[in-house]
Nanobody
Framework: QVQLVESGGGLVQAGGSLRLSCTAS????????MGWFRQAPGKEREFVAT????????YYADSVKGRFTISRDNAKNTVFLQMNSLKPEDTAVYYC?????????????????WGQGTQVTVSS
């Protein structure tokens, strides 16, 4: 089992930045592809970004490409999501997720482990 705990959410003005962190415990973190998803009220959970086990490959949703950066520190069992140029439409609960293997997927059902989520609110 892998336990994931997100942190770093909060309230920020449009154009601002936030850095989310997700720390894992349990099974070996470096064996897992990691991803970030988000869910706004009344909407389905949507893909944001994913990163390979060694951090060498990343993939982003078109809506965040060029503004968000996913990274990981396997020595600290942590994955990050740096969010710049935030927009009100980025407001959502952000979830960290993990899956075994090394294929990058954007579908939530492909991920086995999930955190509890952290709220990000962007005011206009």
């Amino acid at each position: 089992q892998v336990q994931l705990v997100e942190s770093g959410g909060g309230l920020v003005q449009a154009g601002g930045s936030l850095r989310l962190s997700c720390t894992a415990s349990g099974r070996t973190f470096s064996n897992n592809v990691m991803g970030w998803f988000r869910q706004a009220p009344g909407k389905e959970r949507e893909f944001v970004a994913t990163i390979s086990r060694n951090g060498g490959n990343t993939y982003y949703a078109d809506s965040v490409k060029g503004r968000f950066t996913i990274s990981r520190d396997n020595a600290k069992n942590t994955v990050f999501l740096q969010m710049n140029s935030l927009k009100p439409e980025d407001t959502a609960v952000y979830y960290c997720a993990g899956r075994s293997g090394n294929s990058l997927y954007s579908v939530p059902n492909s991920y086995t482990y999930w955190g509890q989520g952290t709220q990000v609110t962007v005011s206009s």
